[in-house]
């Protein structure tokens, strides 16, 4: 996974759900991969736990600035590694 990625986001009405999907990512050893969102404060999405997530935002244009931060844990062959990546929303 790479360091860190940036989304801009145009929302027109009062509020838009928005999904995230991470759905494609897989583990080249075939293990079995677990996800965990961490979403900046006021958005509150379904399931942090799942690849492909979606909760309600609201179009205030960026004045709720953050990072949202995705974490992918892969086990394979009894071994677990961690990958850490970042993604900055911009909405307006």
């Known amino acids: 996974m790479g360091s860190g990625w940036v ?3 145009s ?9 995230i999907d991470a759905s494609g990512s ?3 050893a075939g293990g079995t991969l677990e996800f965990l969102w961490s979403f900046p404060p006021p958005f509150a999405f379904d399931d942090p736990t799942v690849p492909a ?3 309600l935002w609201p179009a205030n244009g960026g004045q709720y600035p ?6 992918i844990t892969s ?3 009894g071994l677990s590694t961690v990958l850490t990546g970042t993604l900055q929303i911009n909405w307006f």
């Not at 929302?11 to 999904?19: E, F, K, L, P, R």
């Not at 953050?66 to 974490?71: A, D, K, R, S």
Request: glycine share 12%; net charge negative.
């Open 7 to 9: 989304v801009n986001v």
């Open 11 to 19: 929302i027109s009405a009062a509020s838009a759900v928005v999904g």
């Open 26 to 28: 897989y583990d080249p």
């Open 53 to 55: 997530p979606s909760g």
């Open 66 to 71: 953050g990072v949202t931060f995705l974490t």
């Open 75 to 77: 086990t394979a062959s």
